[in-house]
């Protein structure tokens, strides 16, 4: 079982920028692809970026290409997601993911709401 709890979510200007974190928790956490999705309002939960475990690969979805960045510490058993040029389609509940090589998710973060709004 891993336990993983988001943070850094709020409100944001058009064009600012957010650092999400998440820390994982529970018997060999390291070991899992990390990944993020988000459910904006009203609308069905989508992915957003994958990191590897070891090597580090990263993958992202359109959307988010150029602007987001995903980032893991395996010591600290942390996984961030550096979102720059934050436009309001961004605005979503934020999810962290421990996943399978596959790609589906084992496990999920409760969510932290990022808003960008002027």
């Known amino acids: 079982q891993v336990q993983l709890v988001e943070s850094g979510g709020g409100l944001v200007q058009p064009g600012g920028s957010l650092r999400l974190s998440c820390a994982a928790a529970?018997?060999?956490?390291?070991?899992?692809?990390m990944g993020w999705f988000r459910q904006p309002p009203g609308k069905q939960r989508v992915f957003v970026a994958r990191?590897?475990?070891?090597?580090?690969?990263?993958t992202y979805a359109d959307s988010v290409k150029g602007r987001f960045t995903i980032s893991r510490d395996n010591a600290k058993n942390a996984v961030y997601l550096q979102m720059n040029e934050l436009k309001p389609e961004d605005t979503a509940v934020y999810y962290c993911?421990?996943?399978?090589?596959?790609?589906?998710?084992?496990?999920w973060g409760q969510g932290t709401q990022v808003t960008v709004a002027s």
């Open positions: 990191i590897t475990t070891s090597t580090g690969i990263t």
């Open positions: 529970g018997s060999s956490s390291s070991i899992f692809p």
């Open positions: 993911t421990a996943m399978r090589t596959g790609g589906s998710v084992l496990f």
